[in-house]
Structure formats: structure tokens, C-alpha cells
């Protein structure tokens, strides 16, 4: 089935030590988004990607970093993580193009910070 | 901009009693409306959406929604719950063109009791 994976499911990692999550497709979009969510919350858009085009939201953290090496691809860095960063991390998809697609997420990545 | 308002925090409903999930949006120009669920440590899976065309629209898990325009809400409801429904509901609006960003409400929490 074509699937958005993310991996790990779980991550824990130091104050201030950086760490990258990743999330792959295999639906061919041509959008990937990464999203912030933390407990009992919405989830928040960090930034997205059109084919190689970026796009940051404005209260995006400049620790937050993002790469995308091709088409099925994206990862999440976090340059120097605090405790605030301790979030559930989820990537999606979504091709521009057929406007009326849902975005599909994967599961997701939690991430803590010790 | 848009805006989305979930109404009810938490929702606690009796096994195969009807249920309704509120939601109102906000927006300037025309928007796409859409539910997803969120079971625990898991993605957001899209429920149902609504485009165009029919008010009333129907979704996977005997999940329905209607379209209300002049009342700018697109409340969720199922006629019989499961224990199986227990998870958080977000409601998202996207506008028709343009990016393709998802504004979601805050979330409704949907606890079924037996």
C-alpha cells in the first residue's frame, strides 16, 4: 500500500544534542510537510516542501531545519533540542495540483528530550 | 486568514449512543472542509471531507458530516457508537487555491464509556 513512513516512532535524545527524523513516501507527492504536536494540542505546520522549493512558516524556530534529498524523502533536524521541543513530530503529503486531496499522514514521530 | 473553533474539549458519550462533534470556521474566501482522527501515538487519518456538491457527506467508521454555509459549520456526528471511536477529532479547513496549508481547530476528545 502506498504509505507515508516515519521513522522512528520513538526518539529520545539529550538537551542540546541534535537528532533528525524521517519520513518517506511512496504516493509520488510532490508536497511533504512537517508538522509540531504537542499534548492535548492541534497540530502546528513548521514548514513544507514544494518538489525542492521551501517554504518556512513565519514562527518557525531557527532551530528547526529541514531537507529533502528527492521526491520520496524528507527529514526533520533540530539543531540544539530543549525541553519545549518535546512534541509528537508528524510528516505528510500532498500533491499540488489535485487541490481537493487530503493531505495523508504518517504516524508519527514522539520525541523526548532528557 | 482562516480560523477553525471545535467547541467541545471533551466529548464522553454512553456505547451506541448518537454522537455530535461541533465545528464552525471562519474564512474570507472558499474553503474545503475536512475531519480526521487521531487514535493514541498514531497519525491524523482522514475521516471524511467535504469539497462540494452535497451538504451531506459520508465517511469511513459510519461517520457523516453536513456542510452548513450561512452557518459557516461543518459538525460531525454518528448515529451509534463504539468503544472503538475513542480518540481525538480535528476539524480542518484549506482554502481552494493557493497553498495548500491545513488550519486545524483544537481537537475534540471523544471518550465512549461501556
Known amino acids: 500500500d502506498a504509505m507515508v513512513i516515519q521513522n522512528p516512532r520513538y526518539q529520545v535524545t539529550q538537551f542540546g544534542k541534535p537528532v533528525t527524523l524521517s519520513c518517506s513516501q511512496t504516493?509520488?507527492?510532490?508536497?511533504m510537510y512537517w508538522y509540531q504536536q504537542k499534548s492535548s494540542q492541534a497540530p502546528k505546520l513548521l514548514f513544507h516542501?514544494?518538489?525542492?522549493?521551501?517554504?518556512n512558516e513565519a514562527d518557525t524556530p531557527d532551530n528547526f531545519q529541514s531537507r529533502r534529498p528527492n521526491t520520496s524523502f524528507c527529514f526533520l533536524d533540530i539543531r540544539s533540542p530543549g525541553l519545549g521541543d518535546a512534541a509528537m513530530y508528524l510528516c505528510a503529503t500532498s500533491y499540488l495540483g489535485h487541490s481537493n486531496q487530503p493531505q495523508h499522514f504518517g504516524d508519527g514521530t514522539r520525541l523526548s528530550i532528557l | 486568514a482562516q480560523s477553525v473553533t471545535q467547541l467541545d474539549s471533551q466529548v464522553p458519550v454512553f456505547e451506541e449512543a448518537p454522537v455530535e462533534l461541533r465545528c464552525n470556521y471562519s474564512?474570507?474566501?472558499?474553503?474545503?472542509l475536512f475531519w480526521y482522527v487521531q487514535y493514541p501515538n498514531q497519525g491524523l487519518q482522514l475521516l471524511l471531507k467535504y469539497l462540494s456538491g452535497s451538504t451531506l457527506v459520508k465517511g469511513i467508521n459510519g461517520f457523516e458530516a453536513e456542510f452548513n454555509k450561512s452557518q459557516t459549520s461543518f459538525h460531525l456526528r454518528k448515529p451509534s457508537v463504539h468503544i472503538s471511536d475513542t480518540a481525538e477529532y480535528f476539524c480542518a479547513v484549506r482554502i481552494i487555491q493557493g497553498a495548500q496549508k491545513l488550519v486545524f481547530g483544537q481537537g475534540t476528545r471523544l471518550t465512549i464509556n461501556p
Open positions: 516542501y514544494y518538489d525542492k522549493d521551501f517554504n
Open positions: 474564512s474570507s474566501v472558499s474553503v474545503y
Open positions: 504516493l509520488n507527492h510532490n508536497v
